[in-house]
C-alpha cells in the first residue's frame, strides 16, 4: 500500500455542501475497494464497495467511483451532514493467488470537518 | 445485538510479559482479521483468518501470533511485547470468506513500556 505521511488530508465543508474525498491506490490489480468512516474513539464503519469491474457505484446519499486507468477512488457525499464529520479512509484488496480476498491495504485517510 | 468485542479495552503492560487480546463475533462470521492503527501510519493488517483453522499473514506480522480453533473468537497473542507494539489494536469479521462489509470491533488501546 501506499506510504503514510504523518498529516492526513483535511476537508471542511458546510452543511448541505456535497463533499468529495479522494484517494490514489496502489496496486493496479487491486480489484476490489472499501470505503470506511471512523469517528473519533470508535472502530471503522463500512460505507460502500466497488468491484474493478465497476466504476460507479451508488448508495444512500454515498456514490464511489472508481478510475482505474490513474489508480483513483473518489467518495461523493451528498448533503453533508454535521454527523458525517469523521476520518474517511479507501482500502483496497488484491487477490492473492488469483482467488483470496483475504487482505486489506487501507489508505492515510482524510478528516472531513462539517460546519453547522 | 450483532457485534465484534474485544478485551481487553486498555492494557499497559511491560517488554517481554506475554499478553493476549480477545476478540469474539456473534454473528457466525466466517472472516476474521486484525488490524493495528498507529498516527501516522493508518490501519496495517496483521492476520487474517478465511475460516476456522485456517490464518494468513497481512502486512505486519512480525511480533504476533493468532489462531482460529472456533469460528466465533479470534485471540491475538503477543509473546514478547515490545514498545514498538504500543498501538490501537482492532479486530473485524465479515460474513463472506473475505473482507467484505467488515464489522469493526470497538479497539483495544495497548501500551507497552
Known amino acids: 500500500g501506499e506510504s503514510v505521511g504523518l498529516h492526513l488530508p483535511t476537508l471542511s465543508v458546510q452543511e448541505g455542501d456535497n463533499s468529495i474525498i479522494n484517494c490514489a491506490y496502489s496496486?493496479?490489480?487491486?480489484?476490489?475497494f472499501i470505503w470506511y468512516k471512523q469517528e473519533s474513539g470508535k472502530g471503522p464503519q463500512f460505507i460502500i464497495d466497488?468491484?474493478?469491474?465497476?466504476d460507479k457505484r451508488q448508495g444512500q446519499r454515498v456514490t464511489v467511483l472508481l478510475n482505474k486507468t490513474v489508480k483513483h477512488l473518489s467518495l461523493q457525499i451528498a448533503a453533508t451532514q454535521p454527523g458525517d464529520s469523521a476520518v474517511y479512509f479507501c482500502?483496497?484488496?488484491?487477490?492473492?493467488?488469483?482467488?483470496?480476498?483475504?487482505?486489506?491495504?487501507f489508505g492515510q485517510g482524510t478528516i472531513l470537518t462539517v460546519h453547522p | 445485538e450483532a457485534q465484534v468485542t474485544q478485551n481487553p479495552r486498555y492494557l499497559i503492560t511491560v517488554t517481554g510479559k506475554k499478553l493476549t487480546v480477545t476478540c469474539s463475533q456473534n454473528m457466525n462470521h466466517e472472516y476474521m482479521s486484525w488490524y493495528r492503527q498507529d498516527p501516522g501510519l493508518g490501519l496495517r493488517q496483521i492476520y487474517y483468518?478465511?475460516?476456522?483453522?485456517?490464518?494468513d499473514k497481512g502486512d505486519v506480522p512480525e511480533g504476533y501470533k493468532v489462531s482460529r480453533k472456533e469460528k466465533r473468537n479470534f485471540p491475538l497473542i503477543l509473546e514478547s511485547p515490545s514498545p514498538n507494539q504500543t498501538s490501537l489494536y482492532f479486530c473485524?469479521?465479515?460474513?463472506?470468506?473475505?473482507?467484505?462489509?467488515?464489522?469493526f470491533g470497538p479497539g483495544t488501546r495497548l501500551t507497552v513500556t
Open positions: 482500502a483496497e484488496n488484491f487477490p492473492e493467488g488469483g482467488t483470496s480476498y483475504g487482505k486489506l491495504t
Open positions: 496496486n493496479s490489480a487491486s480489484d476490489y
Open positions: 466497488i468491484r474493478s469491474n465497476m
Open positions: 473485524a469479521s465479515s460474513l463472506g470468506t473475505g473482507v467484505y462489509e467488515q464489522y
Open positions: 483468518s478465511m475460516n476456522v483453522e485456517v490464518t
